[in-house]
Structures are given as structure tokens and as C-alpha cells.
């Protein structure tokens, strides 16, 4: 199968690709990646795991051996013998030029950007080459996966956002300020038939005018926001005082991360996108909502070592107060790589079996499934397994 | 209803008295009572939140109330005026003296026995005795919870307790080292038509010979082991990591506690039935069994504040190891006494739907559910509800 | 010996007067007082264990035992039967009404304020009124302690603060915006000849003007911000790394607290002057500035239940990251409580002696210490150790 | 400088070796070694960072970079291109075949054992064998440092271990049980005039016996065990208690880990020496002893990655009780490797001084430091600086 990556050579995409790579040749067992669980039995006839990768970027880096070398060089998440083992067929990969439009000043702060806004002045122009880069690689058996840096939260307008029309309106008026980068992306994939998963907290494929889209073309999409840490660990654990009927007075959520996703996010205005998404979780287990901080502040020693640090207080039986505390160390691009991998199976095991429109069955993936209120992770991995054994 | 508790004058059962009766007077929210969920709507037409209490007991005390202030001087788990609205109550609770049978070195810590043994000589007269006391307090809205401190682990003998003919036998001959108290309050209770449930690790009615009492007198019966606190935390957690398909490579847990349970597990063959029940959760979860540290250990200044120290080595992707880290700061009896109340409203809701025999869908309120693999709390928690729902 | 509160009604000064009293009767050991500590012998001889308590306050409360009451609603931070047995002497404790000039909004949000502000118009008029009141109150053997909210930080006047002229001249000129109610207290207690204890960040007797003032009254204080949970464990801990030649890549400190002082630090501009009183300390310990964070957040049902969590991440030889974490658990007003009262033992001692301005090896109850840059906590122990020893 | 390590291939005596190697080639900082610290300026004078490496061993390895490799499998804990770079130098490193007599069936768990006691029978025969390795290595630039594993406790025996006669008749009559390894290597530096420090909790030179022979010989030597994790941070921080007179009410240290350490360990005649050594900590700061727990125990997916869970429950003013976690997250050779480097170089300072017999101010580095009872991180080091200063 083939993979697109917009944000081909973040640490999230290279390391799926190393991974992938690694797995196809047997080199390495498949723990991490949840298609791979018995319960799955039967989807490599629709996913095999051979990868051929592809993807746009925005900053100027040779190959994706490269850049997962520089990625290395702070976090050492593998080991060098791995990457050499695939070596050659990372070089291969040489990512497209992409863009960053209204990608905030996060973005911008990774340095100098090689984006086609540099090249071209018009959202078509730019829309026009996206589509020509990923119609050059794609074939039918091609997912396009979102893993770039986290948007801003671009101001919603019915005009450009409510409808296909509409959007394809602000495209061919230029209307620059309502387009962000991930919404371009989302249209050129589902425009072309390519299912498209969005692992970011980024607007992607969520408007109305994107659904509508992609029912038009009969093409699968899911989002939003890869849930891979603290949210995962919450979302989990959360019903848990439900079930016992006991009331959480406050949920602390303190994140600390170093990388470039890190720096992206210590950008104000970055980073209230991804504040929002985490807040909701919690009333949607509860029915109620209990005072909660969601803080996520950059580290730089860390690097992608994301470190989470939760603290919950909550009452029981004749009014006491109680506490657990919970502190998560783990590598994000190792727990995010492989679900990109796991998005991508899917949405092709759903397109094959003639699904479309949001598949909100893959809502255990993401922090803000689409078009479900069902964020416990237990209850979201039974959907998942009764979706796919009952269309496989 | 009723509840007759064995060990009556421990923390767990006078705490279940204290906010039982507080909520009968409408003085205190039903905050961590499960039977008391939406989920579960209807339960009071089966057991009504009207309570009178009884028990055995075999430490000294005058009666209920005392016993609460007793363990409130060590352990401030409620406020002095929730205990003073409901005086009258509690002093009106007087324990019958009880037995402890090869209940170990540990039981006998808890300073001089006021016990059975002391007054009759023979297995018969002892049950004799229980049996009494039993049958002059219920009626058919009874329930037997066993919150009585842990026994060790007794030695199995096919001939006394694979059939009930032979349990008998063994009361008959008074084979004294095969018996121990909680086998003979559950062969009481089961006898006499009252549902039994056991929330100790004790063996209780889980022999084949119990088991087949309660079919052949149609009475419903369910344990083993409260799971109130870092069993909870685990069996909630620990699917996450093979739904994701992580691997664990090591669990370690720590517990502490001070208080009269704590210095009955410091005993070593008390000890030893408390680690085994812990040991077959992460097992049965995984399909492997990774490695794991279960641990009790007595820390006195805690009393009754147990708490759990929690370590979880995994690996993911690329064979990256990642560390997860808990810590639970609970008052055991304030997390397992509304626990003792639901299981007697379960049971007593099983009895008058005609179900007999080990209630297992009742695995959602134990570390060792009887005749189950299940141990997943989410899974347990819809089993449970299902059950209710479908039979209600 | 007499101690003068301001914030008189506030939780550190009622335990204070609370736990005070319970030692004047002999029903509370001195665990938590520093001064009682055997090298500290011969103390009691400067300032005796027996009690006279006043204060100003800005909120309207009957006497300090209602607002001891009010406390304890929320916290629960000692039994009644405590407070019950001092009850007629705290009773005895009302403020007197004072000031929160320049306060800023989070003082504001502590209710409607009843301050002499409402009543009198000019700085001077104000000053009289404190005056007048501790006048009142004030013997030979009385300590002034500032345990008010945190103050915004004011902006620094050159010609206002910097002489006692100048400020006194501010006083006549009624400058009010150069003026803050801590710096009118301190110069109220200096000028009086009592000495002057600043356990808050608030700027108090730290201007250049009253430290003047001081010097010409020989009067001794000290300050500032009582160094109390997370900066103490800070402070002892760091210089561990330093010792063993350990690089401090990055020190967070997160802290969260619920009660009126949370409040009022939720208010962005009262939290800037306590953010920054933390800052420097690890600077001062390593000669370098590792990354910090240091937050602190409201966190309502935590009430006076401060808690801290710090993460440092170091470097060791070969160049290894290695980790360190910490939960501090306490009750903000017990562990500051008593120290109030050491700082008033402690500046009484000096004055005896003839010691006067600022007694820089007080150090060691204090965050943000004047006139050194001694920070680490056992060198500040030590220091005042050897200071008592030598002047007694 | 010379350092004969006594288990030269285990993994602290190979990161040392790797470490100093790379410093002497100004290919790594000097972070981690206490004595490059400025306060310790001029010890370059009398132990300069030029290493000559050899040492005594008991499993069969080719020479110290095979070891390095064999331990960097395991733990990771360097970069494989540092240890390239000084390949050839550790290649020539080939230890002498040592004695394991005595170790316990902890130190036989690591393999098949490649012991003198294979080959000759008698003690004097392996102190002869020790002595001939030792004489053709050292010069007066030398030091022994002992980093193998932790043997069991031996009896002690007054006629064998009280005088240098006594323990010179054990080796003569071959007393076997009552000499350990350690004790005979220690014997054969102090012999020959080689200053020997003792970085395990083995009895090493701390008999009476060995002691009169290191001021008869007029060598310096000091011990015991290393204070590299978690005892480092008890006694840091255990002091500030004591400052604040705060009651420590319960301490629990609960270590876990995973190499070869932790296997000897998991033995429990080997633990138990390890266990002892930390036991009297606490008593010495606080002067009573509060309730404690001190475990270490086996989880080998952590290998050299040494974690250690500490609670501390103490009681403040009021008599409320408040609680303290910790969590230390480190690589045990990399915090102790460089303080045998640091050791050895004060040692070769001292003997240079004219200095011998216990170097008592040297305690800053042992958990169970000899003939001192100062246990107080800060006031260790402080003594350090003034010990070195003042003879430097």
C-alpha cells in the first residue's frame, strides 16, 4: 500500500516510515501497530504491509534518511542499525514541496520555509500542484495521512466552509484568509478518490463543505487529532470513576514536550488548538464537567519525549476526598508512528469494502473522533473490532 | 433490606452502616454507590435504600458505634457529626461473637478473640451457634457480606470440599484442620437460603461443595475480593496496552497500608492468599504473563490510607521501552464500603429474579471473580449493566 | 511576647494564633517550630511560648475564631475539638481594619473589602490609622508579621522609594500609586521601633527608603516570602546535583492550590510577583540558569492543599539524561504557620541583642532572602544555627 | 594515574574505564566527577585524568570493550561511537582471573565462575595469586578500587578478623568460611601500600584486622558502598525534616532493578548485606528511628536503569499529617562510575598528603561511611571541600 504525508519529514512520518519499512523486510515485530492484533485477522488482503511512502514538506531537508537522522540526533528513538538496515529505500523518499498557509507563527519558527506560497500567488495555483504531486503518486490503493505541525484555529466562515461550492468558491477568489493548509490537503485528497485520515488537531477534512465531498466522491475519511498519550491514558481511565459512581472534583493535565512539535505548540495561538481538543473529553464521559487543567508547555531537553503528569482528586462515599496521580514518559513518535499506519489500513479495508463519509468506527484513534461522542478508549476498540469483523 | 456482615465491627462494614443508614435518613449523597447509576434504575423496587444491620464479630467491642469511633480515632474517614446524626443506629448494632477458625496468626494480632471456639468444642456446635444467630436476624430481604480480615490460605482436601456430602462429613467428624470460618458462614448463609457474598480473598463459598449448595437451595452467591484499589486502577488500565498492542515487559505493585488489615497481611500466611488473588489479573488480560512485583507491606502511620505505588515497563514500535507510573492515595474503607451495600442489592435483585448459584456477572465488584476470565473493568462494568437491564 | 498580623484573619494567622495558643496551655507539642529545635536552647528566654495576638484585616469577619472556623470549612486543616479548647481566646483576637491599597483585582476578589480606604482619603490619614492601631497594641516585646495576600508588584520610584525622605514625602504628597499596603505597614512597625517580619512576596521592608528607616530605629526585620513547600524541597535538593557535578537540563515546578491565596494568584497580576520570587533561586545554587518552569494554578477542591510537582531532568557522565520527580502534599498553612511564629521569636532575639536592618541570616525561612545569596537550605541552617549560638 | 578495579568487567569499572578514557583524549566533559568541581582546583597535580586500567575478575570476557558491548546490549547507556573511539584502548584492558570465595549463590547465578579457587586450594595460594597480579600493575600512582558484586555477610569471628596476627593465622590455618573475597583483595593492597577504597557494601577493609594494617603500612583507605540513587536523595533531603522539626512518621524506599546487580541481589543472603547498609540512615539524621521500609528487589527489563519509589509521611504543626513522594530514574553506573575515578584520585591526594588509615572526611561518597556518623549529603560535602582545602 502507499502512504502520503503531508509533514513527510516529521518525526511522526519518518518513524513510521523506518518502521515500515523495517516490518515489510522482517526486521522488526509489529508491536504498536493495532491492525496487526488477532482481532484484525485477514486485513493484510486489504492493507499488505509493503509501504511505498510519499508526502509534501515544508522544510527543505534531502531525503527522509536525512531527516529521520536529524531527528535521531535529539531523541534517539531507535536505534542507528535499524535506520542503516533501510537506508537506501529512505533516501528514495524525497517529499514535494508544501504549504503552510495560515500555519501561525509556529510553523514559521522552524526556520526558513520552503513552501510553494514562495512560487505561487493564488489558492488555486497552489491547490493545482498539490493535486499534481499526489495524482503522480497514487494509485488506488493510496491513503493521504495528515501528521504536520498543529494549525491555529482558523476562524470558521459559512460562506467559504459551509458548502463544496462554497469552499471551491474561496479557492478560485483567493480568499486566502479563510484557507489553512490542512483543508487544501483534505480537498486535494478526497477530490481524487484518496481516503484520508487526519492525525492532527488541524481543521483537515472536518468542514461541512469536506464531508460533503467526500460523500460525494464515496470516499472514507476519520480524524481528528491522534490520541496518543495523555489522552489515551485519561480517556481510558476516566470512566473508571464513572462506573464506581465516584465524583472527580478536578482533573489536572500537565504536558511537557521538547521537539519542534513542542516549539510549534509553545506558539500561542498553535497551541490553543490543541488545548481545545483535549477539553471536551471529560464532560463527554461524565455528563458533567469537573473543573479540569489541560496544559501543554515546551521542554526543550525532552526533546519527543512527551512527559505527562495528571492529577485527579475525587470524592466517595461520605464525602471524602481521594487522589491518584499518574506521570506518563513516553517517545510520541513511537506510539503516533505506527497508528498513522493503522489509520491508513483501515480507511483502505473501509474504501474496499465500499464504506465512505466519516468512519466514525475508527474514533479510537483520535482525540476528537468526528461524528461520535464516544471517547472511551475500551468502548471505542469494541466498535472498532465489531466494525471491522462484520465488513471484513 | 438486611445485611448481615461477617466481621461486623470492622472498618469496612461500619462504614457501610454509617452512610447506609445516613442515606436512608436522607443525610448524605449516594456518591460512590454503583447500584445507584442510572444504568441500574428500578434497583430500589428490589432492595430499598432502608437498612437494618447485623453480624458476627470477634473482637470485644460493645457495639457498632464504638467500633466507628474506634477506627475513626485512627483513620478521620468521615466527620464526628455524621456519625453523631446516626448514634442511635449504630449503638442499636450489636455483633454476635463469631468465629476464627484457622483464621492465622494474623487474626489472632488483632489482640484477644472474644470467638466461638472459646465457648463449644466442636465444628457442629460452632455452626450450630451461627446458625442461631443467622436465622433469629433474617428474613428474605437478607443478604451475608463476609468483610471479615483475611484468612490463610487452607490446605484442599477432595474429601471435605469437592462435595457437599463430604463438607458435611467434615463437620460431622470435626476434621477442625480443614475448616476455617468463612467456609462455615458461607455454608450458614447458602444453607438457610440467604445470598452470600464473599469480599475477601478467604475462601468463602468458592469450594465445589458450596457451590453446589447454593444450586441445590437455589440461593445466588458472588465474590471473591473486593476490588477497591490498585486492582481497580490496573484492570482499567491495563487492557490500553493490548488494545494498542504494546507490550509489557514488567508491572510492579506496591501497596501500603496501616491499619488492622494491614497488620493481618504482615503475616506471613495471611499474606501469602492476598498476593495470589493480585498475581492472575495482568495473565489473564495479556494472554502472556509479563513479569510482575505484587506487594503488601504494613507502613502504620497510613492506618487505613492505603496506598498503591504502581510501575508499568512497555515497549512499542521499534522496540523503544516507555514507562507509565500511579500512584493511588485512597481510604480503602470509604472505597469499599458502598462496594459491600452494592453487592447486597445485586444479590438480593438476582434472588428475586430466580437466579441462583456464582452470580458471575457480578465480576465487576472483584479482584478473583468466581467462574470467569473476565477481569477487564470496562468489560465487567457492561457485563453488569447488560445483565441488570436484561433481567430486571 | 505580642505578635501583630497583618492579614490578621487570614488562614496562616489563625493557625498561627491557634497552634500559639495551644502551646501557651500545653495541649500541642512545637512540632513544625524551628525555634524549639535544641539548638536553639535558651530562646524561650527572649521570647517565652505565651501569647498576645492582634492584627489588621481587610475582610469583615467577627473575631478569629469565626474566621478560624471559615478555614477549616474548607480545609479541615485541624480537629474542632482543637479550636474548641482555645475558643474564648481567639474570640478575644479582632482586628483591627486595614488597608489594601494597591492590592490589585485578585485581593478584590476575596468579597467586598472593608478597608480605610473607604473611610479616609490620603495616604497620611491612612498611615495615621495603622499607626494608631498598633500603637495601641504594641509593647517592647511585639513583632510586626505581614502574612497578607501577594500584592502586585508596584512600579519602582526612584524619588519615592529610594530614601526615607522620598518616601515619606510620597506620604505627604499623597502619591498613592507609588504606595502599596505592604510598605505602609512596614513603615508603620519600623518607625515604631517593632521589628518587622515579611513572610509574603510583597515588597514590605525591602525598599532602600525602609531599610534607611530601620537602620535609624535600629530595628531589625527580615524577609521575604516564607520559604514553605515546593521551594524548600527546591532549595535542598538542588545543590545535591551541584555536588555531584550533575548538569540541570531543565527544572519544572508546577504548583496548585485552591483557597483564598490561589484566588487571589489566579489573578494574573498578583501571580507575576510570585513567579518571579522563585526564579532566581536555582540560578543562585548553579552559577548557570537551567530551562525552568515554575507555575502555579488555581485548583478549587484542593482548598489550602497546595501541591507541587517538579520534574528535573539531568545530565550525568557520558553525557546520559537521567530523570527526577516529586510530589510535595501539604497543607500550606501548617507548614507556614508556625514559622510566623519562629520569625517573630527570632527578630525579637535580635533585637535584644541589639541587632537592627535587615538580619540576612534569617535566611532560612524565606524564598526570595534579602541582602544574600545564600539559598541552599542547609547552609542557611547552619548560618542561623551558628548566628543564634554566637549572640546568644 | 593507576586504578586496579576488583570486578573489572561489571559495568561500573567498564563506564569508568570507557569515561576516563574519553576524557583523557579531551573527547567528554567532565560532568559527574566530584572532583572537577572548582572547589577541588589543583587535584590534577596529584591525580591527573591519564588512566592506566587493570583489575581483577570472575567471569570470562576477553578484555574490557567485549565487557562494554556485553553491558551496552543490555542497557544502552552510552553511544556506540564513544565506545569506538577508544576501542583499542579498552581492547588491551584483559583482567587478571580473581576469587569469588564466599560471594554466595548470588554472585554464582551470573555463570559459570572463572575463579583462582578453581585452580589452587589454599587461601595463602589465592592471596598469593592476587598479590603477583596486583605487584606487576601497580606503581605508587596506584589505587584499588573494589566495584564487584555484593557478597553475603560473614560471620564475624574475633580470632580471625580483630588483629592483623589474627587475620594473617586465617590465611595461614586456611580458615576458608571466615574469609571472604573482598576482605582478601582488600588485604593485598593495604599490604603492598596501595590505597584501597571500598565502593560495595562487602566488608572489604572494614575489619579491625585490615584496619591495623592500613596504619601500620600508613595507607589511605575508605568505604563502604557507594552513594549513588536513591540513599543519595534520602540523605539530602532528610535533613530538611529534621531543620524544620517536622516528624517523620514513615519513610518507604522501594528500589528496583534489573542487571546483574539486581540478579546478585535478588539472592537473599547477598540483599541482606545491601538492605543493613541503608537501615541506619535515617536514625543518624533524626536521632530516632522513625518506622521505615528499605527493599530492593529484581525487574529485569530495567537492567542498569535502577528506580527507586520513596513516601515520606510526616507530621507538622497541629499534629496534621502531610506526605512527600519521590521517584529517582537512573542509570546506576553512570551516577557511580565517575565517583570511583573521584575516589580514587582523593585517595592518591591523601597518601600523597601523608595521610592515612580511614579517611573519614571522605563519607560524601559511601552510604556507610566508616568511623563517622555523619550521614547528611550537605555537611559530607561541605567537610570534603574543607578537608581538601586545607591539606591541598
Redesign the interface.
Given at each position: 500500500m502507499k502512504i502520503w504525508y503531508v509533514g513527510a519529514y516529521g518525526i511522526v512520518s519518518t518513524?513510521a516510515m523506518?518502521?515500515g519499512k523495517?516490518i515489510e523486510k522482517g526486521r522488526?515485530?509489529?508491536?504498536?501497530?493495532?491492525s496487526?492484533?488477532p482481532q484484525f485477522e485477514g486485513i493484510e488482503k486489504y492493507a499488505p504491509l509493503k509501504f511505498e511512502f510519499g508526502g509534501h514538506e515544508v522544510r527543505k531537508v534531502e531525503n527522509a534518511y536525512v531527516a529521520s537522522l536529524q531527528h535521531w540526533e535529539l531523541n534517539r528513538?531507535?536505534?542507528?542499525d535499524?535506520l542503516e538496515e533501510v537506508r537506501e529505500d529512505l533516501e528514495k523518499i524525497r517529499a514535494e514541496k508544501g504549504t503552510a498557509i495560515n500555519c501561525g507563527k509556529g510553523v514559521q519558527a522552524l526556520g526558513e520555509l520552503d513552501v510553494l506560497e514562495n512560487e505561487v500567488q493564488t489558492l488555486s495555483e497552489i491547490v493545482e500542484r498539490l493535486e499534481r504531486d499526489v495524482k503522480r503518486f497514487a494509485d488506488s490503493e493510496t491513503v493521504m495521512i495528515n501528521s504536520a505541525s498543529t494549525e491555529p484555529i482558523i476562524r470558521y466562515n459559512e460562506k467559504y466552509h459551509d458548502t463544496l461550492d462554497g469552499f471551491e468558491k474561496m479557492i478560485e477568489e483567493n480568499a486566502k484568509e479563510y484557507a489553512s493548509a490542512s483543508m487544501l490537503y483534505a480537498y486535494v485528497a478526497l477530490k481524487n478518490g484518496i481516503p484520508y485520515g487526519n492525525f492532527t488537531p488541524s481543521v483537515g477534512s472536518s468542514l461541512p463543505a469536506l464531508k460533503e465531498l467526500a460523500i460525494e466522491k464515496k470516499v472514507p475519511h476519520a480524524g481528528n487529532d491522534g490520541k496518543t498519550g495523555e489522552t489515551?491514558?485519561k480517556t481510558?481511565?476516566a470512566?473508571?470513576f464513572a462506573?464506581?459512581?465516584?465524583?472527580v472534583?478536578?482533573w489536572?493535565s500537565?504536558n511537557?514536550l521538547g521537539d519542534l512539535d513542542g516549539l510549534v505548540l509553545s506558539h500561542k495561538e498553535n497551541k490553543e488548538s490543541k488545548v481545545i481538543s483535549k477539553d471536551k473529553v471529560l464532560e463527554k464521559i461524565y455528563g458533567y464537567s469537573p473543573?479540569s487543567?489541560t496544559?501543554i508547555?515546551y521542554?526543550?531537553?525532552?526533546a519527543d519525549n512527551k512527559?505527562a503528569?495528571d492529577?485527579i482528586?475525587f470524592?466517595?462515599?461520605?464525602?471524602?476526598?481521594?487522589?491518584?496521580?499518574?506521570?506518563?514518559?513516553?517517545?510520541d513518535a513511537?506510539?503516533a508512528?505506527?497508528l498513522t499506519i493503522d489509520i491508513a489500513r483501515f480507511l483502505l479495508f473501509a474504501k474496499k469494502e465500499g464504506m465512505y463519509g466519516v468512519i466514525k468506527e475508527m474514533g479510537?484513534f483520535f482525540k476528537s473522533p468526528m461524528e461520535t461522542r464516544n471517547v472511551?478508549?475500551?468502548?471505542q476498540?469494541e466498535e472498532l473490532v465489531r466494525w471491522y469483523q462484520e465488513n471484513a
Open positions: 518513524t523506518l518502521g523495517l522488526m515485530e509489529t508491536t504498536g501497530l493495532v496487526e492484533l528513538h531507535f536505534e542507528l535499524q489515551l491514558v481510558t481511565l470512566p473508571m462506573y464506581r459512581n465516584l465524583k472534583l478536578g489536572m500537565y511537557i473543573f487543567i496544559q508547555e521542554f526543550p531537553s525532552l512527559t503528569f492529577f482528586h470524592e466517595g462515599f461520605l464525602g471524602r476526598k481521594m487522589k491518584f496521580y499518574f506521570i506518563w514518559d513516553a517517545i513511537i506510539v508512528a505506527p479510537f472511551n478508549t475500551h468502548s476498540f
